[in-house]
Each structure stands twice: as structure tokens, then as C-alpha cells.
């Protein structure tokens, strides 16, 4: 049930949250949406109508999946070419360290796609602004907000994006000292202990027994 409800929150903040924002922006160009959100020239009194949220759902998880496919192709892209890489895991200890790994996707890479998605939004904002006032149109706090908004949302999701990896990393790699711990330590190794090797005979002890054997044999006879 809670990994139910993690990834519940995880889609919602994900997807739903930022698509939500950019069908707001939206909606001040499209009669349409301004339509589903029960909008006229200005916020009605009235609550929109079941039609109108499962309109306005779908609408703002179609853009955020359309975002998703945004992030992969520019934000992440960029993301690797400047230092934060996909790191290689070990898919085979997926399994029994599941739990985990679906810990860090929740904490750090649900957030990292949150923050990339908004700002992809909050660009898609901008545009709208400008296709609204005019590319040499007054700028406002508005447009101040959003600039510092944007600056955030890229250092954020960078950050998130990076204890993904770092911490996945750590989970699911292996090294040369030993097999990667979650705390980052490593299992350490058993240094193997040397076989004793009987000591070699000398050739004093050979030729003292060969004596002590020739000894032996003249007294018997």
C-alpha cells in the first residue's frame, strides 16, 4: 500500500503538477481550455464541472508525459555533457535491494522530473507572456519571479538529478575493494592466509641419515 501511494505522489508531482501549470498558461490563448477550467475573461465563481476536471486531468498529464519526452531529449542531455552521467548499475542486485533503490527513485529522481518538467513550464509560461505583451512589451515582477524561478529549477533538478546517481550508484556497483555498501563503504575483504610449507631437508641431514644407515647396516653384519 505505501509503495502504492509513493507512486501515486510521485506521478502527481511528476507529470500532473507541472503539465497543470503550462494548461494554465495555455488557457490564455485557447478558448478551449479556458473553457474546461470554467473560465471566461476572468476566474469564474462557479466550480467546473465534471467535465471540465477530467478534461483538464488528462490534458495536464498528456502535457507532462509530452514534457518527459522534452527532458529526455534536451534537459538530460545537457545534464551528461556537463558531468552528471548515467553511472553503469549491476542489475543483478536489483532484486534484493528493491526497497532501496525505489527509495532513492522517490526522494531524489521524482523530484529531479518535477523540477525539470517545471521548468519546461515555467519556459512555456514565458512564451505565453511574450506572445501575449510582445517580445519589447513592460516587463513586470511577474517576469522577474519567473526568471529566478527558472535559474532554481535548473540547479534543483541538476542536485536531485546527481544524489540519484551518486546514491544508486553506491547501491548497485561493484569496486575493487569489495561489493558497494548503501552507506558508501564497501564490504571488506578477507586477506587469505598463506599455506606453511614444510621446511626443505638439508644436504647435512640427508648425509648424517645415510651415515646413521651405513652404521646400521656394518653392525648387523
Known sequence: MPQTTDRGFGLIIAYLVPGF??????????????????????YALEAPDFAGVVYVVFASLGMGLVFGAIRWAVIDQINAATGIGRPQLNDALMEERLNAYGLFIS????YHKFYAHSLIAGVVYAVVRRETYGLTGSYDLIDGTLAILLVIFWFAQRNALKMYYTRAERLLSHTEEGLSMTNGGHHETTPTRPQSKPAPKTGQGKGQTAKGGKATETKKN
Not at 494548461?23 to 471566461?40: D, E, Q, V, Y
Not at 526522494?107 to 521524482?110: D, F, L, P
Open 107 to 110: 526522494i531524489h529522481y521524482q
Open 21 to 42: 501549470g503550462a494548461i494554465l498558461a495555455l488557457s490564455t490563448l485557447s478558448p478551449t481550455i479556458r473553457l474546461w477550467l470554467n473560465m471566461a475573461s476572468s
